[in-house]
């Protein structure tokens, strides 16, 4: 029987969030210490464990059938190999490892316009991406590589400029760093080998691609149950984000109230359950979904 082989980062960012996803999946990985690849009981898939920096070559050359990847290191393979034409499909979009590519500056430096960075030193583990970035600005500068602790290299006078991720933008302001321009938007995305791949493994590809759809759509979406009297439904449907048409069901001991059970696609915060509140609802349960399938 065929066997589905799926990269993931073996120790970093992106490695709990994708093993909880998958074993919201259904495919659960026994994975010992220091070995490169985890089985999977429930499923017909092993894991490959590898740096995220490798995936990339991984899917290209077929080592691996899907792999789950940072958007910024696959673009950045992507435009380094352009002479081999490595076209690495993404197939999903995974709404984790969110991040972006930014440029930054000593934070008393001038800077106007991307155009200040002309003749400037940047240093980056990202070249590829700055490289096409200042190539579309017009900018003449020198991209440097540096493979770790890109903020300190303006301090120590190796770099004027940085080109690094940024999340929460934390480390920059910790290195007296200022944000002036973001060249890359990320995300971890479902990667897939542009090599053959044969009819059972497509079938399994497809039915964990609905597993997933099920389960990122699932995400913000909540179950929310209330009491409400038949004349405030209109308005309790305006007031919930993103929701269906909601179910209705008689209470038993009332007739002008009955019960709500509507589904949101949307993150249902505190005020919309107290703008709820006012406009008569009670008794009213927010719930989690764990699967939604359309
Ligand atoms: O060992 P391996 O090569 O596999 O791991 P790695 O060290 O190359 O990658 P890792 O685990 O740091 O990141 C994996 C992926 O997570 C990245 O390729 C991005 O797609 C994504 N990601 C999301 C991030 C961040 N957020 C992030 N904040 N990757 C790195 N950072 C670092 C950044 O380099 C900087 O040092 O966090 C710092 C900035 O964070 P803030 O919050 O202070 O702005
Ligand atoms: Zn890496």
């Not at 990847?69 to 197939?91: A, C, F, R, S, T």
């Not at 970035?133 to 190796?158: C, H």
């Not at 997933?212 to 038949?230: F, I, P, W």
Request: charged letters at 25%; aromatic letters at 6%; proline letters at 4%.
């Amino acid at each position: 029987m065929e066997k589905l082989t799926i990269a993931i980062q073996k120790s970093g960012r992106l490695t709990d969030k994708t093993l909880n996803i998958l074993s919201q999946c259904g495919l659960e990985f026994h994975i010992k210490k220091d070995v490169l690849f985890a089985s999977c009981a429930s499923y017909p898939a092993e894991l490959m464990l590898v740096r995220d920096d490798d995936i990339p070559a991984y899917i290209a050359n077929g080592t691996c059938d899907l792999g789950f990847v940072g958007e910024n290191v696959l673009e950045e393979k992507v435009l380094k190999n352009n002479n081999y034409d490595l076209d690495i499909p993404i197939i999903k979009k995974m709404n984790y490892g969110k991040c972006r590519l930014s440029i930054a500056v000593p934070k008393e430096q001038y800077f106007e316009s991307v155009k200040d960075l002309e003749g400037k030193v940047i240093a980056t583990s990202y070249p590829n991406i700055l490289n096409d970035f200042l190539k579309a600005q017009g900018v003449d500068a020198k991209a440097t590589m540096i493979n770790g602790a890109v903020e300190i290299t303006p301090k120590l006078n190796v770099a004027d400029a940085i080109c690094d991720i940024v999340s929460t933008g934390g480390t920059l302001k910790a290195n007296g760093l200022k944000e002036v321009a973001q060249i890359y938007q990320s995300e971890c995305v479902l990667v897939e080998s542009p090599k053959s791949i044969c009819d059972e493994k497509r079938k399994m590809i497809d039915q964990l691609l609905q597993r997933l759809d099920g389960v990122l759509s699932a995400q913000n979406t909540k179950y929310v149950m209330m009491n409400a009297s038949k004349a405030s439904l209109d308005k309790i449907k305006e007031i919930l984000p993103g929701a269906e048409e909601p179910s209705i069901m008689p209470l038993a001991q009332s007739s002008d109230k009955v019960a709500v059970h509507i589904v949101c696609k949307e993150e249902v915060f505190w005020k919309t359950i107290e703008q709820l509140k006012a406009a008569g609802a009670s008794s009213i349960l927010v719930l989690p979904i764990e699967k939604y399938i359309q």
